[in-house]
């Protein structure tokens, strides 16, 4: 029916609205607010395409990132999908935090979610983290920013496909000649120690979960739940043809391990991700009527199930085996393992363990 009645852009965002098993109450959801709940402002600008309006309410930049979206409301132009991943707006929030080439800077940039989540733009965003980080990070954070725009500029136009650790390098040593040799590495975030998987406490059980979007694919998640010992007694992976933001992505991941958990009778869980804005939204209890909400919803219900939870932040690399479950070879589904785990996380298994070194 949805194939008969709707233009192919419109049934493409239809059928990528994630669903509840729950079946609640239908609701309405402003699509132009992060928290889907209806403001004037956002509808002045629907309406009016006032590009200035956005201009002096974004009070952290006096310049514009010509994205798609800003462009398309001086042209004639409704092309607004991100030229580089194919699956949302090309928004200034978009290019500098979610895409491919924003999330592969950030993590390598030691500065990984510092965005979060909850930000109408990506002038709101940075200002926050600004007004809350010391100065003498201010320039490294900028000088990322600047990373980011010129490697994804390079992807789309030259065709050559980022390099995280170019990048990163050549940030840190701008920054190194910026601040002269007297202050060598001012402004810079040196690469703190590797921060791996730590174990539960007593008669708890770790939940680590991650969630991925593969370009011009679908969306994907792993879950892999262990002991105290690190052993591993349950994982799994999940892949669909759903173009999900990351931000999606990632509540599914946490809401599919948990259900998997349940389902395997574990209801007493630490879990981890290595997505603060989520980490940040559970913890302060976050409600609103967007998807990203919905599935909130949905991971509270669970929640309540459980006989003891607690949610905690993990940095990328005390994630690796979520990571990589996350990351097997294309097939669409959930796969469970119980025993005969994939070869691919064996290694993983057992160096990311805190005693051991090597």
């Not at 990351?327 to 996380?345: A, E, K, M, Q, T």
């Amino acid at each position: 029916m949805i194939n008969e009645l709707f233009l192919p852009f419109e049934r493409e965002r239809i059928l990528g609205i994630p669903l509840s098993s729950r079946l609640p109450e239908d609701r309405l959801c402003w699509d132009l607010e992060k928290d889907g709940e209806y403001s004037v402002r956002s509808a002045y600008r629907a309406i009016s395409g006032d590009v200035d309006a956005e201009l002096r309410t974004s009070s952290s930049s006096s310049h514009k990132v010509w994205s798609k979206v800003g462009l398309s409301k001086r042209l004639q132009n409704d092309d607004r999908v991100c030229g580089l991943c194919g699956v949302e707006e090309e928004t200034e929030l978009h290019c500098m935090r979610d895409c491919i080439v924003a999330r592969l800077l950030w993590d390598k940039s030691w500065l990984e979610n510092v965005l979060g989540v909850g930000h109408s733009s990506f002038g709101d965003a940075a200002l926050a983290y600004l007004e809350k980080s010391p100065k003498s990070g201010h320039g490294f954070f900028m000088t990322v920013c600047w990373a980011i725009w010129n490697a994804r500029n390079r992807w789309i136009f030259v065709g050559e496909r980022c390099n995280p650790q170019e990048s990163m390098a050549y940030v840190n040593k701008l920054m190194v000649e910026l601040g002269g040799k007297e202050e060598k590495g001012r402004g810079c975030v040196a690469p703190a120690a590797r921060q791996r998987w730590k174990p539960p406490q007593r008669n708890v059980w770790k939940l680590n979960v991650d969630g991925g979007v593969v370009e011009g694919v679908g969306s994907c998640a792993g879950a892999v739940i262990r002991g105290r010992d690190g052993a591993v007694v349950m994982c799994m992976t999940w892949m669909g043809e759903e173009r999900w933001s990351p931000a999606i992505v990632e509540a599914k991941a946490l809401l599919m391990g948990l259900q998997a958990a349940v389902e395997c009778g574990y209801r007493r869980l630490v879990v981890e991700s290595d997505c603060l804005g989520l980490i940040n939204a559970l913890d302060s209890r976050e409600r609103g009527s967007s998807c990203f909400h919905l599935i909130l919803d949905d991971i509270y219900h669970v929640c309540r199930s459980l006989d003891f939870v607690s949610s905690s932040f993990v940095h990328r690399e005390g994630n690796t085996v979520a990571h990589e479950l996350a990351h097997l070879p294309w097939v669409v589904g959930s796969r469970f393992w119980f025993d005969n785990f994939p070869s691919c996380i064996d290694d993983l298994l057992s160096s990311d363990l805190p005693n051991n070194e090597n």
